[in-house]
């Protein structure tokens, strides 16, 4: 496909999927649950826990109670004690929400992200700002955690994708029909893609991207390309990338 074809294939998603009707139970998405709630913390927790089935997920979600991030530590691990999800024990379920709680307390996840990111605008610098600090609001260490909340790479070239955390800052700084908008001292020209393998695999397919790894290259190479679609909100078209796949229209 010519350049002209795919930017007018997915300006054409983009205004097609950019409704609230999207988000529903025939089609399952976390930011289901989040818009829900409007809140960062919330949101976070949703897309943390995103991965896997759809159905899943969105059946997971609503078993957990998000006001027990205003209460008290002790009644957090009570409640939770049960729940569990695919690599996550009950024990990693709590850590996150006390780790959550305690962070919410003292200072918003926006304003901890911010002092990353201020110094040159970068998202990473950011990102890795706001993990350190969940990981030190509660120090918890086990392969479900880990696995859910992440940790900083020594390099950045060896980055993966954290693909749940730039979904989440796409949610927090677009705002429209779908992203909740909630942050406001972050520019939405410098998120990055989030890459799953739905639109992994749509964006190679249809020449977007090159890279055969999914991996921070390969986000920041779609990033790029897709700037030159509309260099001040790059990210709009992921939702429509991860539908064209999700749902096998290409």
């Known amino acids: 496909m010519k350049l002209s074809e795919i930017k007018q294939l997915l300006d054409n998603e983009f205004k097609a999927r950019n409704s609230i009707l999207e988000l529903c139970y025939e089609k399952p998405d ?3 649950i989040a818009q829900r709630y409007q809140d960062e913390s919330i949101a976070l927790i949703c897309a943390l826990f995103a991965y896997g089935n759809a159905h899943q997920i969105i059946r997971f979600l609503e078993s957990l109670e998000f006001d027990l991030l205003d209460e008290s530590e002790e009644r957090i691990r009570k409640r939770l004690a049960s729940h569990y999800y695919r690599f996550q024990k009950s024990e990693d ?3 996150i929400f006390i780790a959550l ?3 919410r307390d003292r200072e918003s996840l926006e ?8 110094k040159e605008n970068n998202l990473l610098d950011g990102l890795w700002a706001l993990i350190q600090a969940i990981r030190a609001s509660y ?3 086990s392969y479900g955690y880990n696995f859910l909340v992440g940790k ?5 070239s060896a980055a993966g994708t954290y693909k749940r955390y730039l979904m989440y800052l796409r949610w927090m700084v677009r705002k429209d029909s779908l992203d909740m908008g909630l942050w406001s001292k972050v520019a939405k020209k410098d998120l990055l893609m989030p890459l799953d393998t739905h639109s992994f695999t749509v964006s190679r397919k249809i020449g977007l991207l090159q890279r055969k790894s999914c991996d921070m290259k ?3 190479e779609l990033t790029e390309r897709l700037r030159t679609f509309d260099p001040n909100d790059p990210i709009k078209y992921d939702f429509a990338l991860y539908r064209l796949g999700q749902e096998k229209l290409l």
């Open 139 to 141: 120090p918890h260490e």
């Open 111 to 118: 304003n901890i992200f911010y002092q990353g990111y201020q």
């Open 30 to 32: 976390p930011l289901f």
């Open 218 to 220: 390969a986000s920041i």
């Open 101 to 103: 709680k305690r962070l």
């Open 93 to 95: 379920v709590i850590a």
């Open 152 to 156: 900083t790479p020594e390099k950045r």
